[in-house]
């Protein structure tokens, strides 16, 4: 049981922590996931890189990822009991 509560409390974090990521995101005028696909399904790939533009390709190619994977790293350093 201590084992489902702790994958739901890790899950909670990197949720909390998608959520966070992706206000700031857009607070700061960088596209998420959500729009980058909207544009892809609506109109190809090409007009998806033009829509969201360089910037925000390249937050969501490498910047988002190694911020959830520093989430996921320090959330996991935690001892927590449960």
Same mark, same amino acid.
């Given at each position: 049981?201590?084992?489902?509560?702790?994958? /739901?409390?890790?899950?909670?974090?990197?949720?909390? *922590?998608?959520?966070?990521? &992706?206000?700031?995101?857009?607070?700061?005028? !960088? *596209? &998420?996931?959500?729009?980058? /696909? =909207?544009?892809? /399904? &609506?109109?190809?790939?090409? =007009?998806?890189?033009? =829509?969201?533009?360089?910037? *925000?390709? !390249?937050?969501?190619?490498?910047? $988002?990822?190694? !911020?959830?994977?520093?989430?996921? $790293?320090?959330? *996991?350093?935690?001892?927590?009991?449960?």
């Amino acid at each position: 049981m201590g084992d489902m509560k702790k994958i /739901f409390l890790l899950g909670y974090i990197v949720l909390i *922590s998608v959520i966070l990521i &992706n206000i700031l995101g857009s607070l700061i005028g !960088l *596209s &998420n996931w959500f729009i980058f /696909f =909207e544009y892809l /399904f &609506n109109d190809g790939l090409l =007009e998806a890189f033009r =829509e969201v533009g360089i910037i *925000s390709i !390249l937050y969501l190619a490498f910047i $988002y990822p190694a !911020l959830l994977g520093l989430v996921i $790293y320090i959330a *996991s350093k935690f001892k927590v009991r449960v």
